[in-house]
T-cell receptor, first 111, second 113 residues
Framework: GQSLEQPSEVTAVEGAIVQINCTYQ??????LSWYQQHDGGAPTFLSY????GLEETGRFSSFLSRSDSYGYLLLQELQMKDSASYFC????????????FGAGTRLFVKA | DAGVTQSPTHLIKTRGQQVTLRCSPI?????VSWYQQVLGQGPQFIFQ???????GRGNFPDRFSARQFPNYSSELNVNALLLGDSALYLC????????????FGPGTRLTVT
């Protein structure tokens, strides 16, 4: 089967750095994505890792280790507007094209 | 450019009824995926369509069906509605079937009473 695990909640202060981890189990792994979703809004794409290593996009970075079935999203210089839910999602090619989302990590940024 | 659009925004149905949700992808995008999101959980994959063909299916009962039209818009149909079908239904479009970047619409909030 397919499963993803990520922490349910993380709290950090403005200006700090926070790391959200994601471990996955899937047979047809094809890449790991990260999405942000504010309350009442739609998920928005943040980052993608198809190969091992670090991808950097502004204040956000994402890392993947396929041998460890592990990835993380790193948010730097936290701002209040970063308070949202963050989802890791794996692309799985078992039996067709599928995108499997984790349950999400709720990030609270405090002043 | 317009983003992904979905209709209706909200919908209230009774158990046993049928519902059709609609999605228009971003211009130039040929792939549409459907997700169900229950409050406090991540989106659950239902279907992916590309070039009018089903390319992926999640673990949902046969009451759920979808199709994609020549203009790449899509419909999700749910028959014999259950209370547990109450959720936010999200549509996402992408350039191709294997594109990793998906653009989500605002969703349709379905309430089954």
């Amino acid at each position: 089967g397919q499963s993803l695990e990520q922490p349910s909640e993380v709290t950090a202060v403005e200006g700090a750095i926070v790391q959200i981890n994601c471990t996955y189990q899937t047979s047809g792994f094809y890449g790991l994505s990260w999405y942000q979703q504010h309350d009442g809004g739609a998920p928005t794409f943040l980052s993608y890792n198809g190969l091992d290593g670090l991808e950097e996009t502004g204040r956000f970075s994402s890392f993947l280790s396929r041998s460890d079935s592990y990835g993380y999203l790193l948010l730097q210089e936290l701002q209040m507007k970063d308070s949202a839910s963050y989802f890791c999602a794996v692309r799985d090619l078992t039996g067709g094209f599928k995108t499997i989302f984790g349950a999400g990590t709720r990030l609270f940024v405090k002043a | 450019d317009a983003g992904v659009t979905q209709s209706p925004t909200h919908l209230i149905k009774t158990r046993g009824q049928q519902v059709t949700l609609r999605c228009s992808p971003i211009s130039g995008h040929k792939s549409v995926s459907w997700y169900q999101q229950v409050l406090g959980q991540g989106p659950q994959f239902i279907f992916q369509y590309y070039e009018k063909e089903e390319r992926g299916r999640g673990n949902f009962p046969d009451r759920f069906s979808a199709r994609q039209f020549p203009n790449y818009s899509s419909e999700l149909n749910v028959n014999a509605l259950l209370l547990g079908d109450s959720a936010l239904y999200l549509c996402a479009s992408s350039l191709g079937a294997d594109s990793y970047e998906q653009y989500f619409g605002p969703g349709t909030r379905l309430t089954v009473t």
